[in-house]
């Protein structure tokens, strides 16, 4: 029972059942710094994972 | 998580706020939000000839699709820099610029849009990782002489094409990472000009920041509900950059205190509207045309634009003798 994160072309496997937010807290990344997307749907970070999904986060800090 | 105006299923949430949006309201929201700032800072108005400068990102094309949805006169204005990430010092990347200009342009089109497009090497000889290269204020980082060439061209464009507003998509990460560059620094003269308006001078246009109070977290979500096509990659110039670094830091903050950021840059402008930051008269008073291009400066007889062009013109005709 497992969900995938991908953040510029990197993995990270989450348990499913965690919601969103708790996902990017375990595997250290900013919720701030992302959005996430699935089935090209954006979600808030309440949505609750579930088996098999394959989440998208698009980063959204640029510049230089 | 619901929308707050219709119940439905939110797409995004905005905790400073402590409101969710579905798409359709999110949509309706940015824009009207903008219309708000516009109209506080007294920014422009329908009469006033708007160009915005355009990157590729998604900033710039979220503010001109925005400006033109709200009815303002705003044509496009992009700089091509010559930034090639196939070439830059940690490899690997795509051809910047080329994309960046080949997305604006493809937003330009779609839209029936006016896009203004200078090409940096083509009008001086020189792109901007060359210049970088050529100068001291680069050496391998070009960050620097980026930004002072864009804000020459800007200006420059603005004045020649008769636009009397410029208007960047500066969002509010950016405007809360430059304040705490500069107060970790207590750069006072650099805090005095900061904010939504940088009223028009001689021979300078308004410069105005319309998104500079929405998070680039809802900047990025007003372009991907907008299917708006942007620029996803970073400049391969920006890799460990200091902006970024800050931005991190403040997410970070933002993260365990939401709308820390928000506060951080309100609070900063009543400050300085309430006086905190004097201005020191002698420098306004020693502003001078330069010589060559007309544009304000300080420095005596040239701008920091016309003499790095000069000099690097000088050394490259030197070593070709």
Redesign the interface.
Known sequence: MTAKLILRGKEYEVRAGMTLLDALKKSNIVPESVIGVRDGEMIVEDEILRNDDVIKLVAVISGG | ?KCKKCGEK????MRQHRM?LC?EHYLEWIPEQTERFIKKYEMFTHRDKILVAVSG???SLSLWDILVKLGYQADGMYIGLGIDGRRSPTGGGIDYSSESHRLTQHFADARGLTLHVVDVEREYGQSIPMLAEKTHRGYGKP?SV?GLVKRHEMNRIARDLGYNVLATGHNL??EA?VLFGNTLAWESMFLLRQGPVLPEADGLARKVKPLCRF???E???YA??SDIEYI?E??P??EG?T??YY??LL??L??TRPGAKLTFYLRFLEARTNGLFREQDEVVQNLHPCNKCGQPTTAPDLCSFCRMIEKVNQTDAQESQ
């Open positions: 998580m939110a797409s995004v949430n969710a798409k990102g998604k900033d960050c980026c990460d950016d990472a998070y680039e977290r900047m990025t979500a991907l509900l996803y970073e400049c110039f920006a950059s902006s970024i931005k991190e997410n970070q933002e993260t």
